[in-house]
């Protein structure tokens, strides 16, 4: 009986249709997504696919930088002052990317805050030479950053103020929103200790804006 051969993909195609597939999914990405279709698979062919795991810490302030574009979740930029506290500089899901601005000047290093997941997800990841060469010769990978850049002035100029003129509970409630919508589900896994340092805060302080939020039946705890 003749032994039947099965048809085998050539690695060429299957490999394109692998690369038109990650593309695809990278579209998550609202920055990834605005860009022509040649442009994205070649990013994300040089780019790698990082888990996102809640609570973990996936640059470091002051060490080497990477770009990372979110597909999933969300990422806090937490930066420490000179006496030991912290507080939030960023934080970034789907909708933006860390260290896209920043590297754009090689003589800057950007690397100025912990980079912690706060909500689970996965993101692409891009060595930092490889997206500069990138950024400097691309007219459509520039006007998306600048697109985004414009946008994150924005929101700092409107969030810069906001803890002089907004109360913890405010504050808190604010974080929480953000985690809900990056989740995309009710239930959030947060420590109140988490809180109090993306908010810069005392402990103390976040227990107490809980309980108000719980008093009106805006939010419920489980511990």
Known sequence: MPERVRNAVPPSVKEASQLAAAAEAACANV??????????????SHATMLP?????????QGGPNQVFFPLSGML?????REDGTHYAYL?????????????????????????????????LVLDVDYYRMTLEGSPALMRAVLSHASHMISWREQSADCPGHHAVRARTAYFLLLLRAHAHHDEIEVTHARIAEVLGVRR??????LGE??????ITLDR
């Open 31 to 44: 920055i990834l997504a605005s860009l022509p279709q040649e442009l994205r698979e070649e990013l994300v």
């Open 52 to 60: 996102l795991m809640q609570g973990e810490v996936v640059e470091r």
């Open 76 to 80: 806090t930029g937490v930066r420490t």
């Open 91 to 123: 934080q970034r899901g789907r909708e933006g990317a860390v260290n896209a601005i920043g590297v754009a000047r090689p003589e800057v290093n950007v690397g100025g805050c912990d980079l912690v997941v706060d909500v689970p997800g996965e993101a």
């Open 204 to 209: 103390q302080s976040i227990s107490e804006a």
């Open 213 to 218: 939020l719980k008093a009106r039946r805006v």
